[in-house]
């Protein structure tokens, strides 16, 4: 069993647009800040690993040389913490008995995240450690009680030793990789108005629930270990494990494509970024071994939304809000920077967007998501490069494909038509052609030897979203709760305004009222406020509507929001009491 779909090299692929500014955001934070993040905290090797990880994709992906001596300074110090047994930090642990499963949890990460490094740069030595560690895990599986059902420990190491057990050839590998995947907790809570902890003894529970780790953090990175797991051993059951860990999700994502901390917890309350960024890449697996669109909706939504609201203007990411607006009041939802995990997580996780925004088939090349980069491929005794630029406008958002063929043949390059929209248009080197979308793709062919442009057009829409339901859930059963607030989505973009722009407005249930023109469109700006910072990368695009009585307001993808640096207490409005679209009544703001 392999992957249908291939992720180039992370050095063959240049992020561009809101892509490339947000990786570089991220990575001279992380960078510049390594110290803080990679101290040890009583998880092991957890913090420092993900550090790794993360800044050697990124680093890679912007072609940073700079980066890397501070990078492999941090492998020699996590090596160098590596006791004789082959334990990360077990000076730390002795020092902190108490925290055996955080630990063991940080002992995956460090395997899992120097696989990472050993990946992008071939170094000996990385690659020498991570073996000692495995052999360890092997060598102690049965030692000790993780938990039973397994979740949260060591587990998320599922994917990197089934890998690992791939490129040693070493059965002993993908064995352990089994045991966690065999015996792991199958069933996870759905959100509910009185959270499960304590009650249904079945399914994964919320954060309330001892031992903390029934979380979606842990399960989630063990359930996209999984898929690579199937594709090591070519059983088909790891598939439909997996599979079926993403259908029991679904009820569990947020407006904007959040996943919260914990399974079973009131919905829309506190998200988490490694959460989040989890659920992206079991979508990615997920697509890239069975070719199934739907996975990609999943995904874009998640990246388009939520993985860009969770950077804030200094790099960092956040986690622990919420978009309930009941739980919103406490001040403990209210969010904040999270240095020790979704720094880290966040970074890696626009990397995998990165690398999976444009892969290779084996009929050609595969556009999957909306967000400009180019690509690289060798193939057929020659190069495909397909460069990606994106253009949202008042109606429509515009991909332009640019597809440079110099191998011996021809390829066909398909382009996902999202789930959003309705009737796109396609044209090839400038003719119109048949936009007839098959299984959710258009099309088009690419002889050898050329140079090819692709567009297309994809209208977008203004959609009132239900209240407990995201914009891929409107034909599915409500998540359970008494939440009335209602959402909006246009084309692409989870619509939110920042409360700072209209101080006086003091009720914390808002109204809101979009105005149509006589076309049936709302009115959009694309001039950025003063002052907007637009070097992080945003998306031009602002909707005009009003609030309470009246009082004007500019609604913008909730991705443009966190870079703004934001003082009040209650600024993020993306949930609303009541919604009004005014066809063809209203006026453009003066």
């Known amino acids: 069993m392999n992957y249908a779909h291939r992720s180039p090299s992370p050095r063959r692929v240049q992020p561009r647009g809101i892509l490339f500014s947000r990786l570089r955001l991220s990575l001279d934070r992380l960078i510049g800040e390594r110290k803080m993040h990679t101290a040890y905290a009583g998880w092991g090797a957890d913090q420092i690993g993900r550090w790794i990880g993360a800044t050697i994709l990124e680093a890679a992906l912007l072609d940073d040389a700079a980066s890397l001596p501070m990078i492999r300074s941090k492998v020699d110090e996590l090596v160098a913490a590596q006791d004789s047994e082959g334990f990360y930090y077990g000076s730390g642990l002795r020092a902190t008995p108490k925290r055996l499963r955080e630990c063991w949890f940080g002992h995956g990460r460090g395997i899992w995240n120097l696989m990472e490094y050993h990946g992008a740069t071939a170094d000996k030595a ?33 994917g990197p030793m089934a890998r690992l057990g791939q490129i040693t050839g070493n059965q002993e590998y993908v064995e352990y990789a089994r045991y966690m995947a065999d015996n792991i907790q199958r069933q996870v ?102 070719g199934e669109f739907r996975y990609l909706d999943s995904v874009e939504l998640s990246a388009m939304n939520q993985l860009m609201f969770g950077q804030d203007h200094r790099g960092t990411f956040t986690c622990y809000r919420s978009l309930n ?9 209210r969010g904040c920077a999270q240095n020790e995990c979704c720094a880290m997580s966040g970074g890696w996780g626009l990397a995998q967007v990165a690398m999976h925004t444009i892969t290779e088939t084996d009929a050609g090349l595969s556009i999957n998501l909306p967000f400009e980069a180019q690509a690289i491929f060798e193939r057929d005794g020659g190069e495909v490069r397909a460069t990606q630029t994106i253009w949202t406008y008042s109606r429509e958002l515009v991909q332009t494909i640019r597809v440079e063929n110099s191998s011996r043949n021809g390829i066909d390059v398909q382009v996902r038509v999202p789930y959003w929209c309705i009737g796109p248009s396609l044209r ?36 009132i979203i239900p209240p407990r339901r995201n914009g891929l859930s409107e034909d599915r059963q409500y998540a359970a709760g008494n939440a009335v607030e209602q959402g909006l989505q246009f084309g692409p973009y989870v619509l939110m305004f920042n409360r700072e722009m209209v101080p006086e407005l003091k009720p914390r249930d808002i109204h809101l009222t979009v105005n149509l023109d006589a076309g049936g469109e709302p009115y959009v700006r694309h001039e950025y406020p003063t002052g907007w910072p637009v070097q992080y990368g945003a998306v031009p695009l602002f909707v005009e509507a009003a609030v309470q009585d009246g009082a004007p307001v500019l609604l913008t993808p909730c991705a443009n929001m966190a870079m703004t640096a934001i003082t009040m207490d209650d600024p993020y409005i993306m949930r609303f009491a009541g919604i009004e679209i005014d066809y063809y009544g209203g006026v453009p703001i003066a």
């Open 189 to 290: 809570a759905r959100p509910s108005p009185i959270p499960t902890a304590h009650v249904d003894p079945t399914s994964l529970h919320t954060h309330e629930e001892r031992p903390l780790f029934h979380h979606t953090h842990s399960y989630l990175n063990t359930a996209h270990g999984i898929v690579d797991l199937a594709v090591v051993t070519g059983e088909q059951k790891y598939v439909d494990q997996a599979k079926r860990v993403f259908e029991d999700s679904l009820s569990s994502v947020w407006l904007n494509g959040a996943f919260p901390e914990s399974y079973g917890d009131y919905y829309e309350r506190i998200d988490e970024t490694c959460s989040t960024v989890d659920w992206i890449v079991l979508g990615l697996k997920l697509f890239a071994l069975t």
């Open 126 to 158: 990385a690659l020498a450690s991570v073996l000692r560690a495995a052999d360890l895990a092997v060598a102690t599986r049965d030692a000790w009680e993780i938990s039973k059902p397994l979740c949260g420990g060591i587990e998320s190491i599922v």
């Open 325 to 333: 607006r009941q739980h919103w009041a406490d001040e403990k939802n």
């Open 428 to 463: 090839v080197n400038g003719q119109s052609s048949s936009s007839h979308a098959h299984e959710g793709w258009l099309v088009v062919a690419c002889p050898n030897g050329s140079d090819s442009s692709i567009e297309v057009r994809l209208p977008m829409r203004l959609v």
